[in-house]
């Protein structure tokens, strides 16, 4: 009898273990049961598998985790992206009433079915560079039912690929039109009736609140849908500090949140804040890329803070139409100054403690075995391409994917 499933050879691996890459060169893995069993230098390997894969050499890296997408929506935003190219701002698009509501009103008008087909050639880029988990945040329904069909969708695709699909409801995105003028009667819905009625139904893992004080939602109603989420179980979130400082970290902290995201104004008190509570950073340097943000996030402070940091490519039609996380290893190096470990942790550990998940992102026996395999010389490679995908391969849970 053999103890092992299966192993890996011919790999170098990045394990994540301690706080660099935890790099292992000619290493082996073995599994058992879908989860890591051992994991060292291939001399050490204690015993043979019924099954034997052979790396060629490859780097062996956690399975990758986009924490941050909003993958499921209907349309696209390639008319306003044009505005803004004419001029138009952001923010100006936004309070004319277009921006997220013009998703909103698309994915109102489309079925399950058709938010299913939309979202999959958006899976399948992410899942060809490797990854094996995905967040999905609803947030384009801003009504009961668009929500809950958002997060039925973002569970079915979870159940029809080979990933993990984590579920995170943003139904404080924006102010639906209905309530156009009544942003905290809309807050109290969502916290009265929205968060309840997600929770009953088992369709959210998480909540997130998107708070800003000129076009979000104010620390208050951010604080009502958070103690909805409290009653109900479910950790939260925050979008925060994305387009001027609010204090979203600090309110993070204070609320506990797994992570807080963009915070590329966070100041910081905040960050030392959010270190504090355990709050995990969120870059996500395609949405500073798309909406031509310059006010770079205080890495330094992160970096002096011992804050958590994690790299994201908040797919969405408005402000981050990325189907790369691999570009966003390169461009949080080249447009955040991350070094090569702090990206490629940002992608898998920190990724993984984003979305509270502490069974992954690490290559450490009793974790499971999602593996993303790639073809590359030293792992800097992952960073430093533009635009090539040298993924080889990727396991989940164990199975080739
Ligand atoms: N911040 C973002 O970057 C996305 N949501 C948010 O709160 C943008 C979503 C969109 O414009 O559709
Ligand atoms: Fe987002």
């Known amino acids: 009898m053999t103890a092992f499933d299966r192993v890996w050879l011919d790999a170098h691996l990045c394990t994540m273990t301690g706080d660099g890459l935890g790099v292992i060169e000619d290493g082996a893995i073995a599994a058992k049961d879908g989860r890591i069993a051992w994991v060292g230098r291939r001399a050490d390997l204690p015993s043979a598998a019924l099954v034997t894969t052979r790396c060629g050499g490859a780097w062996v890296l956690p399975g990758l985790v986009d924490c941050h997408t909003h993958i499921v929506f209907a349309g696209n935003r390639a008319p306003e992206f044009e505005m803004r190219l004419n001029g138009a701002s952001y923010e100006e698009i936004a309070k004319a009433g277009g921006g997220i509501l013009s998703t909103v009103r698309a994915t109102r008008d489309a079925t399950e079915h058709e938010l299913v087909a939309a979202a999959l050639p958006r899976l399948h880029a992410l899942l060809a560079e490797g990854v094996t988990t995905i967040e999905v945040k609803s947030g384009y329904g801003l009504d009961l039912a668009t929500e809950a069909r958002m997060l039925r969708v973002a569970r079915r695709l979870g159940a029809a690929r080979h990933v993990a699909v984590a579920t995170t409801c943003l139904a404080a995105h924006a102010v639906p039109p209905e309530y156009a003028g009544r942003r905290a009667d809309f807050a109290r819905v969502v916290a009265d009736e929205i968060i309840p009625a997600i929770a009953a139904e088992g369709l959210a893992d998480a909540v997130d609140v998107f708070t800003d004080t000129a076009i979000g939602f104010t620390a208050d109603e951010t604080s009502w849908v958070f103690e909805a989420a409290r009653q109900a179980g479910l950790p939260v979130k925050l979008h925060a500090d994305q387009l001027r400082d609010d204090g979203g970290a600090a309110l993070a902290a204070r609320h506990g949140a797994l992570s807080a995201d963009h915070i590329e104004y966070a100041g910081a008190e905040g960050i030392a804040a959010m270190a504090r509570a355990g709050t995990v950073g969120v870059l996500l340097p395609g949405a500073f890329y798309f909406i031509r943000e310059t006010h770079r996030p205080d890495i330094a402070a992160m970096r002096a803070a011992g804050l958590r940091m994690a790299l994201a490519t908040d797919l969405n039609p408005g402000s981050s139409p990325a189907l790369s996380l691999l570009l966003m290893l390169n ?43 790639f073809d590359v010389s030293r792992p800097a490679e992952l960073c430093y391409w533009i635009g090539r995908n040298p993924c080889r391969g990727r396991v989940v849970a164990g199975e080739d994917a």
Do not use: H, K, Y
């Open 331 to 373: 461009m949080g190096c080249t447009l955040f100054r991350l070094t090569v470990a702090e990206a490629l942790r940002g992608i898998t550990v920190n990724a993984a403690a984003a979305l509270g998940m502490a069974d992954r992102g690490v290559l450490a026996p009793g974790l499971r075995c999602d593996l993303s395999l």
